[in-house]
């Protein structure tokens, strides 16, 4: 019987003290960075919450609100091309700090946040022409995804898509070679008319990277 008892108390204190509390985890945080990096760790995060389900990646941004939408932006673009855009929130941070910092957490549902103030996305004003996103043609940091841009011009049949295509340097990609690529996905892969996509091309830029610029056209 005593044997009985010591058994199930070390199981007991195996199982309570063995389990990871179900609290927020920070998963890493660093200063101001390229977007490599910030890529980087924005698909360590995403491969954790999909392999963590009712969790939610928070991401709180400390700086000023110029840093705070580019970093956000970059980090958004990678959660939509998983189609997991629902599982991350950002908050912003301290406004006032003199250096950037970004910090992933991993919050199950029901823990309390991080300390940051919620970001609200303004709404885009469908009336008018807007720039979704943009791609060069290395792709390492686009802002831009095309199965969003499809569903955005799938929701008004009468909008069309132009696209601005720049020059790069000496060595880079062709402008309609380019432009081409870009048309040819919106058609094929997600059903968008040729009829509905335009291009255009702008003069020559500093950048050394062929690039374009995808504008949402609402119908008239």
């Known amino acids: 019987m005593k044997r009985y008892c010591w058994i199930v108390l070390l199981l007991f204190f195996s199982v309570t003290y063995g389990q990871e509390p179900n609290r927020a985890k920070l998963v890493n945080d660093f200063g101001p960075s390229g977007c490599e990096l910030v890529l980087a760790n924005t698909e360590i995060v995403y491969d954790q919450i999909a392999e963590t389900p009712n969790t939610k ?6 700086g000023n609100i110029f840093a705070f939408e580019r970093y956000r932006k970059q980090i958004l673009v990678r959660f939509q091309f998983h189609d ?3 599982r991350i929130v950002f908050l912003i941070g301290d406004t006032k700090a003199d250096r950037s910092k970004i910090s992933f957490w ?3 549902d029901g823990v309390p946040m991080p300390e940051g103030t919620p970001w609200v996305e303004p709404k885009q004003d469908p009336s008018k022409p807007f720039i979704f996103g943009y791609a060069d043609e290395n792709g390492v940091c ?5 199965r969003k841009f499809a ?3 799938k929701a008004d049949p009468g909008s069309r ?3 601005v295509v720049f020059r790069g ?3 880079s990609v062709r402008p309609r070679d380019f432009a081409d690529e870009w048309v040819s996905e919106l058609h094929d892969k997600y059903g968008i008319s040729k009829k509905r996509i335009k291009v255009f091309f702008g003069k020559r830029s500093s950048d050394s990277l062929t690039h374009a610029e995808f504008w949402f056209v609402p119908a008239k």
């Open 169 to 171: 340097g000496g060595y």
């Open 151 to 153: 569903e955005l011009l």
């Open 57 to 62: 990646a928070v991401v709180v941004i400390d």
């Open 161 to 163: 898509a132009n696209i």
């Open 84 to 86: 997991a855009e629902d």
């Open 106 to 108: 991993l919050v199950p």
């Open 142 to 146: 686009p802002s831009f995804v095309p």
